[in-house]
């Protein structure tokens, strides 16, 4: 068993934020001197990177940055935010400082054994200090998350509410909440329902995985859009079912060809509003199609409305569920895009309430409800008008991120890579030159700190172009401005 690290001596670790070396490298130096004196023994548990970022005063970013050096230079095991350790056999025995011309290995797809040249790594360059990491995809900008009307709405609820309705549990969810999100639907989505339609869930997973449990029968065909939402075959994978990729294109999942080709399939998952992760819209003709399809052949559409609320042209689209004539769609909602991913709520919009009963049971099985506490305080939030006031300042915010990270592509890289503007959405796909490997890249970019998913991870069958998947919605000019330098540095290495 390693030994538990409190007795790691944070006094011992200086760190002055006025040199001009960065905090990640000083931390770095203290700690990799540490272990080669021997003053930090091999399998010691080193403390946790939230609780050493608190101790010193620092953000965890800058922790978690000297840990992943150390790692990937072999003195510690482990991974960082998860638990590391000092290694048992360290790589060397004469403290050398790191510098800040070094470091990582260039991962070139053509060169990779090479060391890289002398280019400074750009990954030792001015680190936004954000817990996200440039491009990391789907991420709203929590900063901005009005947290202080939570709070203020949280003591009033606590003050008001019994204690018997703390102990209420209702599988569907709490009425207020879903009268609530009823309203927001039908006024800003042109969804058709009714509170009753309305199951709360702990974010879309959850929802995808209900409908999967409630509806899916062994070897049911599912359609799902290529490339794909990996999260809902992770969703759905226990069902047993056979999934069907269907192309997509700049107008959504090509339904002419699921029509020719699975007409008895049993279920089609799309994203309409901004398929997930291509990024194009579904077009009004293949909306009437596919609903026309899903009618006639009583298949169910599961519409998954991620972050359909942010659309950045005049005409935000209807869902496709308030253009449904049959009772064939299952609307899927959560409100991990527009407030913040931790909150773990969403909802499912049933195309009849006679379906609630046996969603609640199935639920009851994993989790019975969603914190009632949490359902009150959005609730209110969402009646004072906090909700639709957020939306509005963030679909702004992210306009201009979204078109800043597009400048400075254009500025910085466009002879290299392709940029299109998204009209929806929260990233943009870069295209990469057809012969480079965006898996390749990707990794590269990875070893310079840098967080950009590649499109390739996405495919089921139709193979793509590469491109890297950039999300801008959580980071400022500033760090993207760092993200787009960093970009261009690890690219360079590829021509
Ligand atoms: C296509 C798609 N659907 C849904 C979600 C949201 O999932 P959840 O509500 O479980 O956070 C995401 C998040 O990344 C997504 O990309």
Redesign the pocket.
Known sequence: MPKEAEEIPFVTIQLDSSSSEPLYVQLYNVIRGSILSGRLKGGLKLPGTRTLAKELGISRNTIILAFEQLIAEGYMKGKAGAGTYVSREIPDKQPSEMKNQKIYEDYSADSKNKKLSSLSSPSMRFMPENNFIPFQ??IPSVQDFRFDLWLKIFNKIMQRFSTKQLAEVDGAGYIGLKTAISEYLQTYRAVNCTPEQIFI????????YLISKVLMKENDSVLLEDPF?F??RDAIRSSKVNIIPIPVDDDGIQVDFAIKNFPNANFIYT?PSHQ??FGSTLSKPRRLKLLEFAGENNIWIIE?D??GEFRYTANPLPSLQGMDKYGRVIY?G????ILF?GL???YLVLPSINLVDSFAAERKVIDRQSSILEQFVLAEFMREGHFTRHIRKMRILYRERQEFLIDEIRKELGGFITVKPSASGMHVLAWLPGYLDDKEVSKALRCNNLTAFPLSDLVLNYKRKPALILGYTAFNKEEIRWGVSILKDTLKRFF
């Open positions: 995809h789907g869930i702990n974010g879309s997973q959850q929802g995808l939402y999260g809902v994203t997930y992760p998954d991620y972050d899927v959560t409100f991990s895009k991913p773990r709520l969403g």
